[in-house]
């Protein structure tokens, strides 16, 4: 008989919070599947041939882009065999929406730490990534209210919120893999 996977787990943070890091890590310790939003965002941006940046302001401009992006995501989460990991910014909010057994965890960090996290990933200067960091963070905010009503400083849909300035890669795999443990 198959065994068809679950979702387990909704893995959620700002850009530069290390989520993608984090999913990757549980998914092979673990052997689960996983789909990862980010991805999904950059790729789509990379098919438009502009930053995520470009992307992440087109995306405030016209809703629909947007929109199905997450649709798509909403669908993997509720399909007869989704991944055992979603990772988005939404994800948390989607699994309380849809009602759906799983464990729903937030990476949180600072802008400083998330620009500095970005800067070592992409390149650039630090003020640079700052800015760009934080201009990101308010064109989400502002899409994600206009879209859904959605406040991303609110933290009600999740089981755990995990501040990580102080922590390294390892440091919150080992409280992550801790918590679904339990």
Do not use: H
């Not at 759906?100 to 998330?114: G, M, N």
């Not at 990534?129 to 994600?144: A, G, T």
């Amino acid at each position: 008989m198959e065994v068809i996977p679950l979702l387990k787990v909704t893995i959620s943070g700002p850009p530069g919070s290390g989520t993608s890091t984090l999913v990757a890590k549980l998914s092979k310790s673990r052997n689960w599947s996983f789909v990862n939003g980010g991805d999904v965002f950059r790729s789509a941006a990379k098919k438009k041939g502009i930053s995520i940046e470009e992307f992440s302001a087109l995306c405030k401009l016209d809703l629909e882009v947007d929109r199905a992006l997450d649709s798509d995501l909403r669908e993997i989460m509720t399909s007869s065999k989704p991944p055992e990991i979603l990772e988005s910014r939404l994800s948390g909010w989607w699994a309380q929406d849809l009602n759906l057994d799983c464990k729903k965890i937030w990476i949180s960090v600072s802008d400083e730490v998330r620009a500095k996290r970005i800067q070592n990933r992409e390149g650039g200067d630090f003020p640079s990534s700052l800015i760009k960091s934080r201009n990101r963070q308010r064109d989400d905010m502002d899409r994600y209210m206009d879209l859904y009503g959605i406040d991303l400083d609110d933290m009600s849909p999740y089981d755990l919120i995990l501040e990580a300035d102080d922590k390294d890669e390892e440091e919150v795999f080992q409280l992550v893999d801790q918590y679904l443990e339990e």
